[in-house]
Structures are given as C-alpha cells and as structure tokens.
C-alpha cells in the first residue's frame, strides 16, 4: 500500500508561516495542518488545492506518492 509523502513542513518555514498562520489562510484548525504535515491525515483534494496556493506551489511539488 502507498502513502502520501508531503513537503509541507519545508513550503511553510519558507513562507514563514506558523501552523496557525497557515490553518487560518485556508480555514481550518492548526490540528489539521499539523497531522497533514505529519502523515497522520491526507488532505481532501480541495484542501490540498487551497494549501498549494496558499504556499506558492503546485499539488504535485507538496504532495507526492509513496511506494
């Protein structure tokens, strides 16, 4: 089974946005942001979407597969 590997962490300390700072540009709570970031919660795709724009990149540059 595959996983969902994520760059999160790295695209939001470039940005130098919180956790909270970033669950408030996309509207949900920083316990969302962090499990997303840990691997703990894969993100709807509309979710995922609002996160890329909100850290200047693509949904395929902060979200990749893992075998």
Request: aromatic fraction near 4%.
């Amino acid at each position: 089974m595959s996983g969902l590997a994520n760059r999160m962490r790295e695209y939001r300390a470039r940005a130098g946005l919180t956790q909270a700072a970033l669950a408030d540009r996309v509207e949900v709570s920083r316990k969302t942001i962090n499990t997303v970031e840990n691997g703990v919660f894969v993100p709807s795709t509309i979710l995922a979407l609002k996160l890329a724009a909100a850290l200047e990149t693509t949904v395929e540059e902060l979200f990749q597969l893992n075998s």
